[in-house]
């Protein structure tokens, strides 16, 4: 039986899966190819690249007309700035994959060459030899390119380069670099010439960098169906826009929700019983709570300074002046931001909405397990209370914010954190927190959604949502509590929510606590809604 794949390469034969040819411009590839150009593929990690490019080997080869030759370079990221052992390790590489891949022996000791020519122009030596043995032109499909590091990604680009005048009898017809970022956006540390060395300066060759895009929406439901053929379960109504809602077509986000779904679940397992939006949900919560090594992966790019400078403005709601380029570029070819027409800048997807802010403030929910019971807060109905549940963060934003928000990596960004990490020790019992954010927008919408009666929003009869909006002090306090009724109204409407909440931060230095700490009520256009100050 096969299954939604989230390791690895996808293999049909195993997995349901896209066709990988139809994902790539096939057309253009070929041409380029045609044409003796290098050229760069280059996406988010997990989106399907190793797949494309193995699918692509098998094409070029059965096609004829060229060898093609696929080689996985990040064993040689161990290497670091090791230019001799890095070199050394590609080498292995190749000759492994050649022996594997081709059948054959490649007849010349890698390790005198390697001696004889030295670790700067071993690499072009040995790819001319193999090109020259070889009795068609050769295209080399080189992945995970950016996983080497400092002068070893250096030497290798260089080397590449070198050669490139001698193609296609003495050396490949065509390079394909494949990796997480074009290779103009390197931005390389040389120990041997104490500078950066930009990846456009060290690859002046490229033709040309080809994005693999998402799934799109259709995609998705192709994928699905795949399940509902080979087992006869099907997808409830509405659970695909569901998932696009969740994901925007992140290729592995799409599998895991698909796989924890229908072959973790318990529920899900039993293939007479559809695949419901809640399902969906639960699957989610499973993937963010135990950490799968795609969130470990996201988790470890939110520590670096680049992607810090443009999630904490979007975070914060701030416009993009206060934006690098370059490093929103690298953000975007990270895969956790998306160039929206309307919005601008964005947090990718609804799930990486979710993950990040609970990332960022990982270590503060787990101190406050030990502070806060989520029980302290629910009414005998069931319901939580949730002006109890705000007044409770006011004394606890008091007393523990300013320590706190020195520990944050995330400073700027830290009331709005330090809210959204007090409400998830809470609804971890049960509930979940549905979050927005947006350039330019100077607030961040939060819905809190939670099962009354039962710890499961699966098996609750009547879910109750409240709406918190935050927003930071900037304007005139009575200015700020008018724009954010508004808001906060609007956003009630939208998710038919009966409970709204408006908090108001206030930065201001050398204000006292007293006069940032209040509380009061306002009707706005029909609904009641809680004004907080902080």
């Given at each position: 039986m096969r299954f939604f794949n989230t390791a690895g390469p996808v293999k049909c034969e195993d997995h349901y899966c896209l066709p990988p040819l139809e994902r790539l411009d096939l057309e253009e590839v070929l041409m380029l190819i045609d044409q003796k150009k290098y050229f760069i593929l280059h996406a988010p990690?997990?989106?399907?690249?190793?797949?494309?490019?193995?699918?692509?080997?098998?094409?070029?080869?059965?096609?004829?007309?060229?060898?093609?030759?696929?080689?996985?370079?990040?064993?040689?990221?161990?290497?670091?700035?090791?230019?001799?052992?890095?070199?050394?390790?590609?080498?292995?590489?190749?000759?492994?994959?050649?022996?594997?891949?081709?059948?054959e022996d490649f007849g010349e000791d890698f390790g005198f060459i390697l001696e004889k020519r030295g670790p700067d122009d071993a690499l072009r030596e040995f790819l001319c030899l193999l090109t020259e043995k070889s009795n068609k032109p050769v295209v080399l499909l080189l992945d995970e390119i950016d996983s080497l590091v400092g002068d070893t990604l250096i030497s290798v680009l260089r080397q590449l380069r070198a050669g490139y005048t001698d193609r296609p009898e003495g050396f490949p017809q065509s390079i394909i670099l494949c990796g997480v970022r074009d290779v103009r956006d390197y931005r390389i540390h040389s120990s041997k010439e104490k500078t950066i060395i930009t990846g456009g300066r060290a690859f002046n060759i490229k033709a040309k960098s080809l994005h693999l895009g998402d799934f799109n929406k259709k995609e998705i439901e192709i994928?699905?169906?795949?399940?509902?053929?080979?087992?006869?379960?099907?997808?409830?109504?509405?659970?695909?826009?569901?998932?696009?809602?969740?994901?925007?077509?992140?290729?592995?986000?799409?599998?895991?929700?698909?796989?924890?779904?229908?072959?973790?679940?318990?529920?899900?397992?039993?293939?007479?019983?559809?695949i419901t939006k809640?399902?969906?949900t639960e699957a989610k919560e499973k993937i963010i709570i135990e950490r799968y090594t795609h969130i470990d992966q996201l988790a470890d790019k939110l520590k670096e300074d680049r992607v810090k400078s443009v999630i904490e403005v979007i975070l914060k709601g701030e416009g993009i002046r206060n934006i690098k380029e370059d490093d929103l570029q690298y953000v975007i070819d990270l895969g956790l931001v998306k160039r929206d027409k309307e919005e601008g800048p964005r947090i990718s997807n609804g799930i990486y909405r979710e993950i990040i802010p609970r990332e960022i403030t990982y270590m503060l929910q787990t101190e406050l397990e030990g502070q806060i019971k989520p029980l302290w807060y629910v009414n005998p109905d069931g319901s939580l209370d949730i002006v109890r549940l705000m007044r409770a963060f006011?004394?606890?934003?008091?007393?523990?914010?300013?320590?706190?928000?020195?520990?944050?990596?995330?400073?700027?960004?830290?009331?709005?954190?330090?809210?959204?990490?007090?409400?998830?020790?809470?609804?971890?019992?049960?509930?979940?927190?549905?979050?927005?954010?947006?350039?330019?927008r100077k607030r961040t919408d939060l819905l809190l959604i939670w099962p009354i009666g039962t710890s499961s929003l699966l098996k609750a009869k009547k879910v109750q949502k409240v709406v918190i909006e935050l927003k930071v002090l900037y304007?005139?306090?009575?200015?700020?509590?008018?724009?954010?009724?508004?808001?906060?109204?609007?956003?009630?409407?939208?998710?038919?929510?009966?409970?709204?909440?408006?908090?108001?931060?206030?930065?201001?230095?050398?204000?006292?606590?007293?006069?940032?700490?209040?509380?009061?009520?306002?009707?706005?256009?029909?609904?009641?809604?809680?004004?907080?100050?902080?």
């Amino acid at each position: 039986m096969r299954f939604f794949n989230t390791a690895g390469p996808v293999k049909c034969e195993d997995h349901y899966c896209l066709p990988p040819l139809e994902r790539l411009d096939l057309e253009e590839v070929l041409m380029l190819i045609d044409q003796k150009k290098y050229f760069i593929l280059h996406a988010p990690r997990q989106t399907g690249k190793t797949t494309c490019l193995l699918a692509l080997q098998e094409y070029l080869n059965k096609e004829g007309k060229y060898r093609a030759l696929y080689v996985n370079l990040e064993g040689a990221q161990a290497a670091r700035e090791d230019v001799y052992l890095g070199i050394k390790t590609i080498l292995s590489i190749i000759e492994s994959r050649i022996r594997r891949y081709w059948k054959e022996d490649f007849g010349e000791d890698f390790g005198f060459i390697l001696e004889k020519r030295g670790p700067d122009d071993a690499l072009r030596e040995f790819l001319c030899l193999l090109t020259e043995k070889s009795n068609k032109p050769v295209v080399l499909l080189l992945d995970e390119i950016d996983s080497l590091v400092g002068d070893t990604l250096i030497s290798v680009l260089r080397q590449l380069r070198a050669g490139y005048t001698d193609r296609p009898e003495g050396f490949p017809q065509s390079i394909i670099l494949c990796g997480v970022r074009d290779v103009r956006d390197y931005r390389i540390h040389s120990s041997k010439e104490k500078t950066i060395i930009t990846g456009g300066r060290a690859f002046n060759i490229k033709a040309k960098s080809l994005h693999l895009g998402d799934f799109n929406k259709k995609e998705i439901e192709i994928l699905y169906s795949q399940h509902t053929e080979e087992t006869g379960q099907r997808f409830e109504d509405g659970v695909i826009d569901y998932v696009w809602e969740l994901t925007e077509g992140q290729p592995w986000l799409v599998n895991a929700l698909g796989y924890v779904a229908c072959f973790e679940l318990k529920e899900g397992r039993d293939r007479s019983k559809p695949i419901t939006k809640d399902f969906i949900t639960e699957a989610k919560e499973k993937i963010i709570i135990e950490r799968y090594t795609h969130i470990d992966q996201l988790a470890d790019k939110l520590k670096e300074d680049r992607v810090k400078s443009v999630i904490e403005v979007i975070l914060k709601g701030e416009g993009i002046r206060n934006i690098k380029e370059d490093d929103l570029q690298y953000v975007i070819d990270l895969g956790l931001v998306k160039r929206d027409k309307e919005e601008g800048p964005r947090i990718s997807n609804g799930i990486y909405r979710e993950i990040i802010p609970r990332e960022i403030t990982y270590m503060l929910q787990t101190e406050l397990e030990g502070q806060i019971k989520p029980l302290w807060y629910v009414n005998p109905d069931g319901s939580l209370d949730i002006v109890r549940l705000m007044r409770a963060f006011q004394d606890f934003f008091r007393e523990h914010s300013e320590s706190w928000l020195e520990r944050f990596q995330y400073k700027e960004a830290g009331p709005q954190l330090l809210m959204q990490a007090f409400l998830q020790r809470i609804v971890n019992s049960g509930g979940r927190i549905e979050r927005e954010y947006g350039l330019g927008r100077k607030r961040t919408d939060l819905l809190l959604i939670w099962p009354i009666g039962t710890s499961s929003l699966l098996k609750a009869k009547k879910v109750q949502k409240v709406v918190i909006e935050l927003k930071v002090l900037y304007k005139s306090l009575d200015k700020t509590i008018e724009e954010g009724l508004s808001q906060t109204y609007e956003y009630m409407d939208r998710c038919g929510a009966e409970e709204g909440h408006l908090v108001i931060f206030d930065k201001t230095k050398g204000k006292s606590w007293d006069e940032k700490i209040f509380e009061k009520r306002e009707k706005y256009r029909g609904k009641e809604i809680w004004i907080w100050g902080m």
